[in-house]
């Protein structure tokens, strides 16, 4: 086999060969391999924490703090998460019988998928491809990486993590962009965890229905916030600053747009504002020169940006804060819109970048209505006092999950399923869940007593076979 290196299209077919026949000796070892392959994993970031923070930086200038806590962290209690629980995530669950199976006993099985690919994106370059590969390890899975092309450093270091303490056997690396992984995606794998944009979820998922290969999904979408009239407009100010501009807002679960009582929008904006500046300009001599500030990513998604901030301000929007760009350093300032037209591209497509609009509504039911004239979120926040406005909100919204009076945090609760619905995902992940997104939950059944009920119903279908027929299918 070539090296971990220098694997080739041509050389994608041979090295999944070996994943393939690897997960045949993998699906009958015991639990201990698995662990020991995570706590591999675990002692390798432990020991090469200078080197992550310095691959992210150079990526994107993350800062230190931010790729502790949501690159490095994620990653490392997901592995203790799923040390901690493994043997009880992987048991046999006893099912107990229905009325016809009486004397069977039946249980659903863990089995491992077999050979995974996963294909990450480049805003958490490190933890959206190693936490995937935690669940893939921890379900026994064979697993190739396909790490983002636009965070080249992190891609490397990935690569080299995985050389060091992986048989490409078990778990490989290719890196590349759009050539290498439609490749990938023409190989019969047994599920596909893709998190990535919608448009390139669509092709993800029609490749794998050729191999009818199992999917997760972790797309994007517009996540909203909602102020409402009883919201703490300070409290609500202090987390969606945080929420939006934490990468660079280049966050797929970062408020895109909120939407805020007319009689609570002065004072939001006003405390978004002080926010941005106690967060990112503490010492007054501007936020371009904040080490706690991340860049984006690169020139192609910069101009993106760009462009869609001229666009809402030829339609008529106001930049209440921001809208500064120095294209030589990838600088996106934080950025307040007001009074923005519903057809601005702001308000249309995923922002994916520190722009804020901020919508003002009269009425619950009218920010309820833009909600659901677009596809429904990966996330939705709202900032209320009001049980019945939260509770209205929850029961006529549909989105991948809901955090209530705080932003982002549910990425971090292990114990919760993550993911979206329809247009922002497909499927769960994380913790429990993740295991089984890698897993083939196997129903057993086994016979006890030679016969059961059902046996009642075995040609030839006498009188009293039909009358017990029709008992059964009206009284049971
Ligand atoms: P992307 O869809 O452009 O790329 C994701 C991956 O797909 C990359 O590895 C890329 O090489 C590959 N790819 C790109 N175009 C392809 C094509 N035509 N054919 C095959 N493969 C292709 O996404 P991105 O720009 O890296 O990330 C941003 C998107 O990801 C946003 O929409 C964001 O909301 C979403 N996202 C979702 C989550 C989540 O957990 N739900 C997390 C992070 C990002």
């Known amino acids: 086999m070539p090296t971990p290196q220098d694997y080739t ?13 690897k997960s045949l000796t993998l699906r009958t070892a015991p639990l201990s391999t698995r662990k020991a392959n995570l706590k591999k994993l675990l002692t390798w970031i432990y020991d090469h924490r200078p080197e992550i923070q310095e691959a992210l930086y150079k990526d994107m200038r993350k800062p230190i703090v931010e790729v502790d ?18 043997h009880r995530w992987a048991r ?28 990450a994106p480049w805003n958490f370059p490190f933890n959206l491809t190693l936490a995937p ?55 019969p794998f047994d599920h596909i965890f893709f998190t990535g944009s919608p448009q390139v979820g669509k092709i993800v998922m029609a490749a794998a229905a050729q191999n009818l290969a199992s999917v997760t999904l972790e797309l994007g979408g517009k996540s909203p916030a909602i102020v409402d009239e009883t919201a703490d407009s300070k409290d609500a100010a202090r987390k969606l600053t945080w929420g939006k501009f934490l990468n660079c807002g280049q966050t797929c679960i970062a408020p895109d747009y909120v ?36 860049r984006i990513v690169d020139k192609r998604h910069l101009e993106g940006l760009q462009a869609v901030l001229n666009d809402a301000v030829d339609k008529g929007a106001t930049i209440a804060m921001g809208g500064d760009i120095k294209a030589e350093d990838n600088y996106f300032a934080p950025t307040l819109l007001t009074g923005v037209r519903p057809d601005a591209r702001v308000l249309q497509d995923e922002i994916f970048g520190p722009i804020l609009p ?46 209530i009076n705080d932003n982002v945090l549910q990425f971090s609760h292990l114990n919760l399923p993550f993911g979206g619905v ?49 008992f059964v299918v009206k009284k049971l």
């Open 9 to 21: 299209i041509d050389q994608f077919a041979g090295l999944f060969e070996l994943q393939q026949q």
């Open 358 to 403: 901020v919508v003002r509504y009269k009425d619950l039911d009218e920010a309820i209505a833009i909600i659901n004239s677009k596809p429904k979120p990966l996330a939705l926040y709202v900032f209320s006092k009001s049980k019945k406005n939260i509770n209205k909100v929850m029961r006529a919204t549909s989105s991948g999950g809901v955090n």
């Open 69 to 86: 806590v949501s690159e490095l962290q994620p990653v490392t209690t997901e592995i203790k998460h799923a040390l901690a629980n493994l």
């Open 422 to 470: 329809n247009n922002s995902g497909i499927g769960k992940s994380h913790g429990y869940y993740g295991f089984l997104a890698f897993s083939n939950e196997k129903p057993v059944l086994q016979q006890r007593i030679g016969l059961t009920g059902i046996s009642f119903f075995y040609p030839p279908y006498t009188k009293w076979v039909k009358k017990l027929v029709e």
């Open 259 to 294: 939407l805020v009582h007319e009689s609570k929008q002065q004072a939001l904006l006003q405390a978004l504002k002080e926010d941005a500046e106690a967060y990112y300009n503490e010492q007054q001599n501007g936020i371009a020169r904040s080490a706690d500030y991340s």
């Open 92 to 119: 046999p669950r006893k099912i107990t019988p229905t009325l016809l199976m009486l004397g069977t006993r039946a249980s659903i099985q863990y089995e491992p998928k077999g050979t995974c690919l996963i294909i």
């Open 133 to 187: 590969l935690v669940s893939a390890l921890a379900a026994g899975n064979t697993a190739i990486l396909k790490p983002s092309e636009r965070t080249p450093h992190t891609a490397e270091l990935i690569k080299n993590l995985v050389a060091d303490i992986f048989d490409p056997a078990e778990v490989a690396v290719v890196p590349g962009a759009v050539p290498e992984t439609q490749a990938l995606l023409k190989l």
